[in-house]
């Protein structure tokens, strides 16, 4: 399995960014995928995930009402919307993805396959 991200770059407060992974290799549709984040000194930290086959999405509270995040099946892609970006965003975000879905999908540890991160900066 691999998972291909794009999409990060330097925003201002305010902004918006969208991010890509694109996932190869998988076996199967029971699956989950989505997006932790690390910013300087500071532990991975769950983001957003969807399960691929269904479409439940999950959020961190920090984010909830300014991310979407959602996939194209015929793309093997999984996008992230990201709206109304603050400096506290600023991190590398990282796709990542699991099989098959856990309860504990907001756990770094729970996730086998990872993408390179890509950086989101947001600063005026």
């Known amino acids: 399995v691999q998972l291909q991200a794009s999409g990060g770059g330097a925003v201002q407060p305010g902004g918006s960014l969208r991010l890509s992974c694109v996932v190869s290799g998988r076996t199967s549709n029971d699956f989950t995928i989505g997006w932790f984040r690390q910013a300087p000194e500071k532990e991975r930290e769950f983001v957003s995930v969807i399960k691929w086959s269904g479409g439940t999405r999950y959020y961190a509270d920090s984010v909830k009402g300014r991310f979407t995040i959602s996939k194209d099946s015929t793309k093997n892609t999984v996008f992230l919307q990201m709206n109304s970006l603050k400096p506290e965003d600023t991190a590398v975000y990282y796709c990542?993805?699991?099989?098959?879905?856990?309860?504990?999908?907001?756990?770094?540890?729970?996730?086998?396959?990872w993408g390179q991160g890509t950086l989101v900066t947001v600063s005026s």
């Open positions: 990542t993805a699991r099989w098959p879905h856990t309860v504990r999908y907001y756990v770094a540890n729970e996730y086998r396959h």
